[in-house]
């Protein structure tokens, strides 16, 4: 007997009925991809659309587009409005998760497991509200070293349905922000490759004391310094705890600005924020202030991510980063990039110690050199220029953390 549900807390208008739970198996027909292993499958669009069963861990739940083609008789078409799971893993979370397509004909290799849902299920709705709950999954998955899912198993999910309606709604509304949020990653990601296409040109090379690309007007070798030649000032708080001052972090005040959440470019204040009272601030930071365009430097997991103090609110520096003040003869957004181009994340990278989390001590980080433009002028036109490229790249990311924030709450109030 189907259980009565009520409805979920967002709506479309016009829209009352309570949705209905059932187990994914009383509308599912189950059938396995067959074969296609990788040495079959090629990315040149030659032969037949084709799912391999790693494939659906890189993309969201409705699959516009495939990533290979096969020429092989082997693999198992797809029958329209059927939801794709991976059978296997090596981690439970890449079992979570579920895709449908938006093609025909494509075909399934093996450990492809295929759920067709019967004409009255919207597979978009169906794949979108697995994956919101997808911890639902969780329990079915056996399994030591690789992890497996059966069809069997995910026939006893249930699951929540309303009318072909609603269903469509809700599905067309989420296919529409997922597009808007590729858009946004292809915009993202196009000013990042441009980004480094210019750091790689406008600095010089390794032997090299000219860069690629330069100003007009500026000409002349660029002159070796020590990387702390350009700094008046080291800010260096790591190994400090608030329990040293019998304190505790708190939700609100002065943010925390740490290896968490100092990103290249811009800094992240969703990311573990941490924050510190008036009381902590004064004691913590001392006399010390970070300022606006005071250069953030990650000295360790990860190491050399780089991003400036976006004003003079106030903040606390914290874990696994240091601050660089830069001295009068040197620009500060010149040195954030310095700090950033491929020559000097090179050498950091040679110089760093550790296993899997590389990091650089500061006596390290004393002894090594880069070229500088001998004028602050050059400087300053080098610094300006990316600086505009970091504001317009960290105002695309703001718009896609917004999408993917909309998106997470509609999910949590547009399903049972």
Known sequence: MKERLKAPELRFPGFTDD??????????????????SKEYLNNERYGSEAVHYADLYKFSPVMQEVI???????????????????????TPVGLAR??????????????????????????????YQINANSKKILPLITGTTVKHVQAKSLATMSVTITNMAEQTAIAGLFE????????????????????????????????????????????????ERKLLDNVDKVLDYRGKSPTKFGMEWGTEGYL????????????????????????LFERWMGS??????????????????????????????????????????????????LLRSPIVQNTLNANSSGGTAKGIGMKEFAKLNANVPKTFEEQQKIGSFFKQLDNTIALHQRKLDLLKEQKKGFLQKMFV
């Open 19 to 36: 949705w209905e739970e059932l187990k994914l198996g009383d509308i599912t027909t189950w059938t396995k991809g067959q074969g296609l």
């Open 68 to 90: 290979h083609w096969t020429n092989s008789d082997d693999g198992r078409i797809i029958p329209d409005n059927s939801l794709l799971f991976p059978a296997s893993d090596v």
């Open 98 to 127: 579920t895709s449908t397509l938006r093609l025909s004909g494509v075909k399934a290799g093996g450990d492809v497991i295929i759920g067709q849902l019967s004409e009255r299920i919207d597979s978009s709705f169906m794949s």
């Open 176 to 223: 529409r922000i997922d597009n808007l949020i590729a858009l946004h990653q292809r915009k993202l990601d196009l000013l990042k490759e441009q980004k480094k296409g210019y750091l790689q040109k406008m600095f010089p090379k390794n032997g090299s004391k000219i860069p690629e690309l330069r100003f007009n007007g500026f000409s002349g070798d660029w002159e």
């Open 256 to 279: 925390v600005l740490s290896a968490l959440n100092v990103k290249n470019g811009y800094i992240d204040k969703s990311v573990e924020a941490k924050y510190g009272d008036q009381e």
């Open 288 to 337: 010390n202030r970070l300022e606006k365009g005071d250069v953030l430097f990650t000295t360790e997991a990860p190491l050399g991510n780089v991003a400036q103090v976006p004003d003079d609110k106030g903040y606390i520096l914290n874990q696994r980063a240091v601050a660089f003040k830069s001295s009068k003869d040197t620009d500060n957004n010149f040195f954030a990039q």
